[in-house]
């Protein structure tokens, strides 16, 4: 039985709602017949289109990934723009720099020994900031944010920005027991006065990008042993132990399906555990709840489990993770389980 | 005095939609009547434009356009938007929940998805309307233009040109 018939304005108002990211999908809808090629050429529904998806996440432009063989933190690298769509900023490398996170349109690097540089690739424009001289580490990384409340950072290029730095220090056997962090308003010039935290376990912090889940700004340390969350309201740092943690595996932070921190554990053999952190009932502590399991072997064309394989980045506003193994680099859309190659490495995100 | 007592009724009217305790009769194509909450019915921004207007709220509203099976979903869904509350985030997921569920269902056929679309674009009912056409997009995605053809019935018009220039755009992709 062929199908009830869906009137022309109907037909527009489903192409309307057709994903701005996948120049695909709308190529193949403009293959299927005569009216639905012209609505998908025509001027005022592009509009439309626009209009209609400017309300939701911004794109995913392309990923920043350094250019070296051999990552090892504040060894002279290019950082390169990796794109995803059509889109070229202005200048593609930038050499000796180090990015260290990627948010609301901006790319923060390391670059100096003591200064962060927030660079926005769509206007170029470069603004440099000294590291706060209150916290003396070893081992540093920081995040970027936009800092207008309820922005939907379509538009927000050149405005103010809020930047977290922590880093590691008081060594014992080794280890780094202890790590402070202070945030920077780009309005104010100032460095807020440093929050520190101990644990009995080595902080030393991972150099994967952050992740901004609710009020906060996450850090991973080494080997997914403890996540420090730093809270942009009161300025405090803590300390978030994982679920469970894979001795010869991976971890990354991600954002949940409704916005909640999320963690996204390889177990060192072939699947990759997704965890969310969410709110206990009646307002009680939060907990982590195991969300979904992907199987590599159904997802990645190559997979080896006696082959190293690493989770490097994630796409915040997205459910792209990108993975690392010896036959290349990989974005996977967590929803729909699927992989792509990218092709080369790719250590940070651009939204 | 006549301004007076018109004041009187209009106040008189609005608490009495403010309270959604006015029941409406909505009758579908095939002459079967379905009696709603009105707060359930203004969900309908036709219906919702013709009860303000004052019209013939005590006769109910003959539906045309829109027969019984298609009716009855299409009141399922506000009702529950309607006459739920949904001011704290339990009531917000209740109702995400509900529509999620909702929408899975209607997924399953086809044929009745698009009903619904058509029912909910002749009654202006925004969430709903938003809901069915976004499950038709997704249904779109990763599909052939074949089986987008078969998937809505429509039949294969375009010309040679047209198959050129689509070979045209494909490599330039």
Same mark, same amino acid.
């Given at each position: 039985?062929?199908?009830?018939?869906?009137?022309?304005?109907?037909?527009?108002?489903?192409?309307?709602?057709?994903?701005?990211?996948?120049?695909?999908?709308?190529?193949?809808?403009?293959?299927?017949?005569?009216?639905?090629?012209?609505?998908?050429?025509?001027?005022?529904?592009?509009?439309?289109?626009?209009?209609?998806?400017?309300?939701?996440?911004?794109?995913?432009?392309?990923?920043?990934?350094?250019?070296?063989?051999?990552?090892?933190?504040?060894?002279?690298?290019?950082?390169?723009?990796?794109?995803?769509?059509?889109?070229?900023?202005?200048?593609?490398?930038?050499?000796?720099?180090?990015?260290?996170?990627?948010?609301?349109?901006?790319?923060?690097?390391?670059?100096?020994?003591?200064?962060?540089?927030?660079?926005?690739?769509?206007?170029?424009?470069?603004?440099?900031?000294?590291?706060?001289?209150?916290?003396?580490?070893?081992?540093?990384?920081?995040?970027?944010?936009?800092?207008?409340?309820?922005?939907?950072?379509?538009?927000?290029?050149?405005?103010?920005?809020?930047?977290?730095?922590?880093?590691?220090?008081?060594?014992?056997?080794?280890?780094?027991?202890?790590?402070?962090?202070?945030?920077?308003?780009?309005?104010?010039?100032?460095?807020?006065?440093?929050?520190?935290?101990?644990?009995?376990?080595?902080?030393?912090?991972?150099?994967? =990008?952050? %992740?901004?889940? @609710? +009020?906060?700004?996450?850090? $991973?340390?080494?080997?997914?042993?403890?996540? *420090?969350?730093?809270? /942009?309201?009161?300025?405090?740092?803590?300390?978030?132990? =994982?679920? %469970?943690?894979? @001795? +010869?595996?991976?971890?990354? $932070?991600?954002?949940?399906?409704?916005?909640? *921190?999320?963690?996204? /554990?390889?177990?060192?053999?072939?699947?990759?555990?997704?965890?969310?952190?969410?709110? @206990?009932?009646?307002?009680?502590?939060?907990?982590?709840?195991?969300?979904?399991?992907?199987?590599?072997?159904?997802?990645?064309?190559?997979?080896?489990?006696?082959?190293?394989?690493?989770?490097? @980045?994630?796409?915040?506003?997205?459910?792209?993770?990108?993975?690392?193994?010896?036959?290349?680099?990989?974005?996977?859309?967590?929803?729909?389980?699927?992989?792509?190659?990218?092709?080369?490495?790719?250590?940070?995100?651009?939204? | 005095?006549?301004?007076?007592?018109?004041?009187?009724?209009?106040?008189?009217?609005?608490?009495?939609?403010?309270?959604?305790?006015?029941?409406?009769?909505?009758?579908?194509?095939?002459?079967?009547?379905?009696?709603?909450?009105?707060?359930?019915?203004?969900?309908?921004?036709?219906?919702?434009?013709?009860?303000?207007?004052?019209?013939?709220?005590?006769?109910?509203?003959?539906?045309?356009?829109?027969?019984?099976?298609?009716?009855?979903?299409?009141?399922?869904?506000?009702?529950?938007?309607?006459?739920?509350?949904?001011?704290?985030?339990?009531?917000?997921?209740?109702?995400?929940?509900?529509?999620?569920?909702?929408?899975?269902?209607?997924?399953?056929?086809?044929?009745?998805?698009?009903?619904?679309?058509?029912?909910?674009?002749?009654?202006?009912?925004?969430?709903?309307?938003?809901?069915?056409?976004?499950?038709?997009?997704?249904?779109?995605?990763?599909?052939?233009?074949?089986?987008?053809?078969?998937?809505?019935?429509?039949?294969?018009?375009?010309?040679?040109?047209?198959?050129?220039?689509?070979?045209?755009?494909?490599?330039?992709?």
């Amino acid at each position: 039985m062929a199908p009830p018939e869906l009137t022309d304005d109907v037909v527009e108002e489903i192409l309307l709602r057709l994903p701005p990211d996948d120049p695909s999908c709308s190529a193949r809808a403009s293959a299927v017949c005569k009216p639905w090629r012209r609505l998908l050429s025509d001027p005022v529904f592009l509009r439309r289109h626009r209009a209609f998806h400017r309300r939701r996440a911004p794109p995913l432009l392309g990923f920043i990934h350094h250019f070296t063989d051999e990552p090892v933190r504040r060894i002279p690298c290019f950082a390169r723009f990796g794109p995803t769509t059509a889109f070229r900023p202005a200048e593609q490398e930038r050499k000796g720099w180090w990015a260290l996170d990627c948010r609301h349109g901006r790319v923060l690097f390391q670059c100096s020994y003591v200064e962060l540089a927030v660079w926005d690739p769509m206007t170029g424009d470069v603004r440099r900031q000294r590291e706060p001289d209150d916290i003396v580490c070893a081992f540093s990384t920081a995040a970027v944010l936009c800092a207008v409340p309820g922005c939907d950072h379509h538009d927000c290029h050149g405005g103010p920005f809020v930047l977290v730095f922590v880093g590691n220090d008081g060594v014992y056997e080794g280890n780094f027991l202890m790590a402070s962090a202070s945030s920077y308003s780009s309005e104010t010039g100032t460095w807020t006065a440093p929050s520190t935290v101990e644990h009995d376990e080595s902080l030393e912090l991972e150099s994967k =990008p952050s %992740v901004l889940a @609710g +009020d906060a700004v996450h850090f $991973l340390t080494y080997f997914g042993k403890a996540i *420090l969350r730093y809270d /942009l309201t009161n300025l405090e740092l803590s300390v978030i132990l =994982p679920p %469970v943690a894979y @001795g +010869d595996g991976d971890a990354l $932070l991600m954002t949940a399906e409704d916005g909640e *921190l999320g963690l996204a /554990l390889f177990d060192g053999e072939a699947s990759i555990h997704l965890w969310a952190r969410v709110a @206990g009932a009646a307002g009680g502590d939060p907990g982590w709840v195991r969300r979904n399991m992907i199987n590599l072997y159904a997802v990645l064309p190559f997979f080896d489990p006696a082959h190293s394989l690493s989770l490097v @980045g994630f796409a915040e506003g997205t459910d792209i993770i990108f993975l690392h193994t010896t036959h290349g680099d990989y974005r996977m859309e967590l929803s729909h389980c699927r992989s792509a190659s990218c092709g080369r490495r790719a250590d940070a995100s651009v939204g | 005095m006549a301004t007076g007592s018109g004041a009187a009724a209009a106040a008189a009217d609005a608490e009495e939609k403010e309270s959604g305790s006015r029941m409406i009769t909505l009758t579908s194509n095939e002459g079967k009547a379905f009696v709603v909450t009105e707060a359930s019915a203004r969900q309908s921004a036709t219906i919702r434009s013709m009860v303000d207007d004052g019209g013939c709220v005590d006769k109910g509203f003959p539906l045309p356009n829109v027969d019984s099976k298609t009716l009855a979903r299409v009141i399922q869904y506000c009702d529950e938007h309607g006459n739920k509350e949904a001011h704290t985030v339990d009531e917000r997921a209740a109702l995400a929940k509900f529509d999620k569920d909702f929408i899975a269902e209607l997924d399953a056929d086809k044929a009745f998805l698009y009903d619904v679309t058509m029912a909910a674009n002749y009654l202006h009912i925004q969430g709903l309307f938003a809901l069915t056409t976004q499950c038709i997009a997704d249904t779109i995605k990763g599909k052939t233009p074949e089986e987008i053809r078969t998937a809505f019935g429509i039949e294969y018009d375009l010309t040679a040109q047209d198959e050129e220039e689509i070979k045209e755009e494909d490599t330039h992709a």
